[in-house]
């Protein structure tokens, strides 16, 4: 696909036209002087240019079962490849507080087998048939993932209808994945130098709301979970009203609609309400600052602010005041903090984007010899200009070029494209979002991110935790 050439000319042309409309007025006469042959093919351009860009709008079908499964179809046959993605609306917050750690647990579970498929065939399957597969869960939804050749399409569908119709849950796949996930949690989280960092963040940030324990769980709760609980959960959670299937790649509209239907049209609904849980993170009124001690060799400086969920006005305004600040050598805080002093090596600003209000990130590991509230100091200097002041234009246009090229980095691939349609469905209720979502962040203006640092970003509204060493 030509979408980076495309967006390229694109911007040549914005760049042209902007320089023309800034010129000094003794210029005008010059350009008044243009020929009709070159206006008549600047126009000619343009107007290829707006075919070109609406040519490459992503096209995709979607429908529901009569079992509620919901079905999005997008065809790419630029490759024959295609990827079979399934995604389930169940992640870490839908657990409960004394089992926590469970979609994280079915994500590995799910992989274990079927009635059809024996036990760790399915990956081998795949591999054999020239394909590659994945999952991953988040605190909001479990996503799993098959790409192969166009050609083994049905394959794919067969087999993550199996998965989601005859899953072997019993007591040695549940055994096996129970002493594989508490191992994941030694080498990722508990064992890996500031790996519980996240972890002892949100802990402190959530008080009620069930972003409060991370995906991965505490290590008792899996080891204590009985088999009839884990039953309970999958009967719950992995139903076709509770997930949303997408096919993309190398297909035909008709045939694919066939085999979906072959595979997964007599799957029965689950029939139950799905659990949602429906706490209210409270107000956060006053700072909360406290200090925690691992096995590091350099500090970690984090602030962590309540915000409101992805999807909002405010979220997008957000996305980008956390690019002002650390996207790019040039950006506010890098540049003050790694670039002029040297005071850190590491500065990241991110909101967590998630379906209920979450978190604003900041992060920070000083360089040797730096104190961590030097850290803080110049964080909240930075914090209260974007409080007291408009950006400047310039930096408001570079925000928008940032985020157009990244909204067009993150559909380049079938994979990319059929897990943020799944996404934008499950989590928004509106997949066309994949092609109208920039205009969300395009109507962001200068004054939206004044507004969001003063509303989000201020003492009374964070939690600051120093994650330091251990004494001697």
């Known amino acids: 696909m030509l979408i980076i050439p495309e967006n390229i000319f694109s911007i040549f042309l914005f760049v042209f036209l902007q320089t023309i409309v800034l010129f000094h ?57 295609v990827v079979v993605n399934i995604m389930y609306h169940v992640g870490a917050k839908n657990e409960f507080r004394d089992r926590t750690g469970f979609a994280h647990f079915f994500e590995h579970l799910m992989f274990q087998g079927t009635e059809h498929i024996g036990r760790g065939e399915f990956a081998e399957i795949v591999e054999k ?41 019993d007591s040695t796949g549940i055994a096996i994945e129970k002493d594989v996930v508490t191992e994941e949690m030694k080498q990722t989280r508990d064992n890996r130098p500031y790996g519980r960092m996240m972890t002892e963040t949100i802990k402190r940030a959530f008080t009620v709301h069930p972003y409060q324990s991370d995906v991965l769980g505490k290590d008792e709760h899996i080891r204590n979970a009985t088999q009839e609980e884990i039953m309970a959960f999958h009967e719950m959670f992995y139903v076709p009203e509770n997930a949303v299937l997408v096919v993309s790649g190398d297909i035909d509209y008709d045939e694919t609609k066939a085999l979906v239907e072959k595979y997964f049209a007599d799957i029965p609904r689950g029939g139950h309400e799905i659990f949602r849980p429906d706490e209210v993170e409270p107000e956060r009124t006053e700072e909360l600052r406290d200090t925690v001690y691992d096995n590091i060799q350099l500090p970690a400086y984090i602030q962590a602010y309540h915000i409101p969920a992805q999807g909002t006005e405010d979220f997008y305004a957000l996305q980008m005041l956390g690019s002002l600040l650390t ?52 964080i909240d200097e930075e914090l209260e200009r974007v409080r007291a002041e408009l950006i400047t234009e310039e930096e408001m246009e570079k925000l928008r070029n940032q985020f157009e090229t990244r909204m067009v980095r993150d559909n380049t691939t079938i994979a990319r494209r059929a ?54």
């Open 129 to 169: 048939a020239g394909g590659s597969l994945n999952a991953y869960t988040s605190f909001d939804v479990t996503n799993y993932f098959v790409l192969l050749p166009s050609n083994q399409l049905e394959l794919g569908l067969w087999l993550e209808s199996e998965r989601l119709l005859h899953p072997v849950i």
């Open 419 to 472: 897990m943020n349609l799944a996404n934008y469905h499950l989590l928004y209720g509106d997949a066309s979002l994949i092609n109208t979502e920039i205009d969300r962040y395009m109507n962001v203006t200068r004054e939206d991110i004044l507004e969001v640092a003063q509303n989000y970003l201020h003492e009374n509204n964070r939690v600051v935790l120093f994650y330091m060493p251990q004494p001697n």
């Open 327 to 378: 996207q790019g050598q040039s950006s506010r805080l890098y540049r003050r903090m790694v670039v002029e002093d040297q005071s850190a090596m590491v500065i990241q600003a991110n909101p967590l984007a998630l379906e209920d209000p979450g978190l604003h990130m900041i992060i920070s590991i000083p360089n040797m010899g730096i104190d961590p509230a030097e850290l803080e100091a110049t």
């Open 25 to 81: 007025i003794k210029y005008i006469q010059i350009i008044m002087k243009m020929t009709q042959r070159f206006l008549f093919v600047a126009m000619l351009l343009f107007a290829v240019t707006l075919a070109r860009a609406s040519e490459h709008r992503i096209a995709f079908e979607e429908y529901t079962l009569d079992n509620g499964l919901h079905v999005i179809l997008h065809a790419d046959n630029t490759t024959p490849n």
